[in-house]
């Protein structure tokens, strides 16, 4: 196994040219806490950097992304937060916190060595889902220099569900998660998305199932408020100091059936409240539904993320390539 003496980090999961360095972090009520930083260099001269952050019941395994940028230019990191993917240790509740602005900790470790000790003083952030939530959040309080732009793909805007759901239902949960933090809330989960996308069942993609499971981690009462608390503050105004794409599929499709709607739209987040909200994460936002794409857009169908990576090219061409 290769390693890297610089950094502490050693070859990842996915193997060379990835590495992951482990960030150990300040313990918690329920013991060590760490967070994982997976890179891959820039292919020629390197333009900048990339800090990618996944989303709930999910880790950082999409090297079509990081491929990407590297092909542009651009040292690729990901951030796999405490208690999820490669950070997730035998003693955790998988993916669980309690306030979104725990993850700041990380979230600054990270840029410290993005920026300070790997020297780079432009940096685009790109999320997916519940990270499209905690990065704004985290950005618009930290205000980083360095921040030259950020694309959102598919983020956790708003609760799903109808407006008096939200209404009745988040007082609900913010008392149920006050009281009983690691309240288990019942859930049925098809696992029809994560089907649509795994090799070994309709999709094309390899990820580890115990870190991203078929039917998704369960969610608790502490969690959920948590991100209730994030919605609030994203829908009372952000001002993330840098432009900002945001990307979603066309259309939303509540199927429990592997079908062709399971391949051609989001399952999971409806894009009405995404395009509603978008504008609240600060002055200067783009804007982009992709036609069939998935949930994580950047596993649609071939044609459709080579639709997704020209938008975000077409972007970064006029708005942060030349800032």
Same mark, same amino acid.
């Given at each position: 196994?290769?390693?890297?003496?610089?950094?502490?980090?050693?070859?990842?999961?996915?193997?060379?040219?990835?590495?992951?360095?482990?960030?150990?972090?300040?313990?918690?009520?329920?013991?060590?806490?760490?967070?994982?930083?997976?890179?891959?260099?820039?292919?020629?001269?390197?333009?900048?950097?990339?800090?990618?952050?996944?989303?709930?019941?999910?880790?950082?395994?999409?090297?079509?992304?990081?491929?990407?940028?590297?092909?542009?230019?651009?040292?690729?990191?990901?951030?796999?937060?405490?208690? @999820?993917? /490669? !950070? &997730?240790?035998?003693?955790?509740?998988?993916?669980?916190?309690? *306030? #979104?602005?725990?993850?700041?900790?990380?979230?600054?470790?990270?840029?410290?060595?993005?920026?300070?000790?790997?020297?780079?003083?432009?940096?685009?952030?790109?999320?997916?889902?519940?990270?499209?939530?905690?990065?704004?959040?985290?950005?618009?309080?930290?205000?980083?220099?360095?921040?030259?732009?950020?694309?959102?793909?598919?983020?956790?805007?708003?609760?799903?569900?109808?407006?008096?759901?939200?209404?009745?239902?988040?007082?609900?949960?913010?008392?149920?998660?006050?009281?009983?933090?690691?309240?288990?809330?019942?859930?049925?989960?098809?696992?029809? @998305?994560? /089907? !649509? &996308?795994?090799?070994?069942?309709?999709?094309?993609?390899?990820? *580890? #199932?115990?870190?991203?499971?078929?039917?998704?981690?369960?969610?608790?009462?502490?969690?959920?408020?948590?991100?209730?608390?994030?919605?609030?503050?994203?829908?009372?105004?952000?001002?993330?100091?840098?432009?900002?794409?945001?990307?979603?599929?066309?259309?939303?499709?509540?199927?429990?059936?592997?079908?062709?709607?399971?391949?051609?739209?989001?399952?999971?987040?409806?894009?009405?409240?995404?395009?509603?909200?978008?504008?609240?994460?600060?002055?200067?936002?783009?804007?982009?539904?992709?036609?069939?794409?998935?949930?994580?857009?950047?596993?649609?169908?071939?044609?459709?993320?080579?639709?997704?990576?020209?938008?975000?090219?077409?972007?970064?061409?006029?708005?942060?390539?030349?800032?």
């Amino acid at each position: 196994m290769s390693t890297a003496h610089d950094t502490g980090a050693i070859e990842d999961i996915l193997g060379a040219p990835y590495t992951a360095e482990t960030i150990p972090l300040t313990d918690d009520e329920e013991g060590q806490v760490v967070a994982t930083l997976v890179k891959r260099p820039a292919t020629g001269t390197t333009h900048g950097a990339v800090l990618h952050v996944h989303g709930f019941s999910d880790y950082f395994f999409q090297t079509g992304l990081a491929e990407w940028w590297t092909g542009r230019g651009y040292d690729f990191y990901a951030l796999d937060l405490r208690k @999820y993917g /490669r !950070s &997730l240790l035998a003693h955790q509740t998988p993916n669980y916190v309690t *306030d #979104l602005a725990t993850y700041h900790e990380e979230l600054d470790a990270a840029w410290q060595r993005i920026t300070e000790r790997d020297g780079h003083d432009r940096v685009v952030v790109t999320a997916h889902s519940t990270g499209g939530l905690t990065t704004p959040l985290w950005a618009d309080v930290r205000k980083p220099p360095e921040l030259v732009g950020m694309v959102l793909n598919s983020p956790w805007f708003d609760m799903q569900g109808s407006t008096m759901l939200r209404v009745v239902g988040t007082p609900v949960i913010n008392r149920l998660g006050a009281r009983l933090p690691k309240f288990n809330i019942r859930r049925h989960v098809s696992g029809v @998305y994560a /089907r !649509s &996308l795994h090799r070994d069942h309709a999709g094309e993609w390899d990820f *580890d #199932l115990q870190l991203k499971p078929l039917t998704s981690f369960p969610v608790y009462a502490g969690w959920l408020r948590a991100i209730r608390t994030g919605h609030a503050l994203l829908h009372a105004g952000l001002d993330v100091p840098a432009p900002v794409l945001v990307l979603s599929s066309d259309q939303t499709r509540w199927t429990a059936h592997l079908n062709e709607a399971a391949h051609t739209a989001d399952l999971v987040l409806d894009v009405k409240q995404i395009r509603q909200w978008a504008t609240a994460v600060g002055k200067h936002v783009t804007y982009i539904a992709i036609p069939g794409a998935r949930h994580d857009v950047v596993l649609s169908r071939p044609d459709v993320r080579e639709r997704a990576y020209g938008e975000i090219a077409t972007w970064m061409t006029a708005y942060v390539d030349g800032r």
